[in-house]
């Protein structure tokens, strides 16, 4: 879940710092927040916490601007041991007025979960750490990451330079644009 995390921190402005933050929703009797976070080149983000020991099925939130949202992190996701409960990927809203907005949802709020929602962008397809795409973080994994450190792609469909091209980029584990000692390190759970 780290390098989850550290992958969409990095490639989402409105998570910094110097962005728009506001709560929207504080809901004590259902145990939920929401917080729109958003910066000037657009990216905008829709946080649900859920602190309730049940999933939420059909639950209304406001959401910033119509369209779909894609929702790029679920702590409760299967991939992170969690129950499996969310939203499918992503949400469409609707023309109705909810939590100061002029458009809202029914979602599926999983229980004791953070789940973000991203407007218009859906998110990049590959899981940081799967390096070689077949669903598992294993010794094989290690294997093509060590493969990017130390010389080209060992797989002959990627790019031959160093550092670049699809089966190395899930190799970035602490997505900070490159492959390196510290990515093996990670994948590894040294760090």
């Given at each position: 879940m780290c390098s989850s995390d550290l992958q969409i921190r990095k490639t989402n402005g409105a998570l910094r710092s110097n962005a728009g933050a506001e709560i929207n929703r504080l809901d004590d009797s259902a145990d939920i927040l929401t917080i729109h976070r958003w910066d000037a080149s657009g990216n905008d983000l829709l946080i649900v916490i859920s602190l309730n020991n049940n999933d939420q099925n059909g639950y209304r939130v406001g959401f910033p601007q119509g369209g779909t949202w894609?929702?790029?992190?679920?702590?409760?996701?299967a991939v992170y041991g969690g129950n499996g409960s969310g939203n499918g990927g992503?949400?469409?809203?609707?023309?109705?007025?909810?939590?100061?907005?002029?458009?809202?949802?029914?979602?599926?709020?999983?229980?004791?979960?953070?789940?973000?929602?991203?407007?218009?962008?859906?998110?990049v397809v590959w899981d940081s750490g799967d390096v070689n795409g077949d669903g598992l973080i294993n010794v094989?994994?290690?294997?093509?990451?060590?493969?990017?450190?130390?010389g080209p792609c060992i797989d002959p469909s990627c790019d031959p330079a160093l550092y670049s091209g699809p089966c190395c980029a899930p190799a970035d584990v602490d997505a900070d644009g490159d492959v390196d000692l510290m990515d093996v390190a990670m994948l590894m759970g040294w760090q």
């Open positions: 894609y929702e790029i992190f679920n702590s409760q996701a992503s949400i469409s809203t609707e023309a109705t007025a909810w939590d100061g907005y002029s458009d809202s949802a029914a979602i599926t709020v999983p229980r004791m979960s953070a789940t973000v929602f991203r407007y218009n962008d859906p998110p094989s994994d290690w294997h093509r990451a060590a493969g990017c450190v130390s």
